[in-house]
Nanobody, 114 residues
Framework: QVQVVESGGGLVQPGGSLRLSCAAS????????MGWYRQAPGKQRELVAT???????NYADSVKGRFTISRDNAKNTVYLQMNSLKSEDTAVYYC????????WGQGTQVTVSS
């Protein structure tokens, strides 16, 4: 089993920045990749960014050049640095860890509004 806990959401003005954190615990040796999805009200959940155990990264077109995913292996933590935020980035952001199964965090709200 893997436990995943997100933190770092909040309210930010358009053009601002936020950094989300996702800490994994438990059977972390089984994790092959981690990443973030988001879900805005009335919309389907969409993949935002992923990072593999080999540090390969992937981003949704809508966030390329603005968001950066990274990880700290010593802390078993993945980060999502979000810059130049737009109102359309408003959503609940969910971290996941992919191992023998896909493990989800509880979600953290990001609101971009003036």
């Amino acid at each position: 089993q893997v436990q995943v806990v997100e933190s770092g959401g909040g309210l930010v003005q358009p053009g601002g920045s936020l950094r989300l954190s996702c800490a994994a615990s438990g059977s972390i040796f089984s994790i092959n990749a981690m990443g973030w999805y988001r879900q805005a009200p009335g919309k389907q959940r969409e993949l935002v960014a992923t990072i593999t155990s080999g540090d390969s990264t992937n981003y949704a077109d809508s966030v390329k050049g603005r968001f950066t995913i990274s990880r700290d292996n010593a802390k078993n933590t993945v980060y999502l640095q979000m810059n130049s935020l737009k109102s359309e980035d408003t959503a609940v952001y969910y971290c996941f860890a992919l191992g023998r199964a896909k493990y989800w965090g509880q979600g953290t709200q990001v609101t971009v509004s003036s």
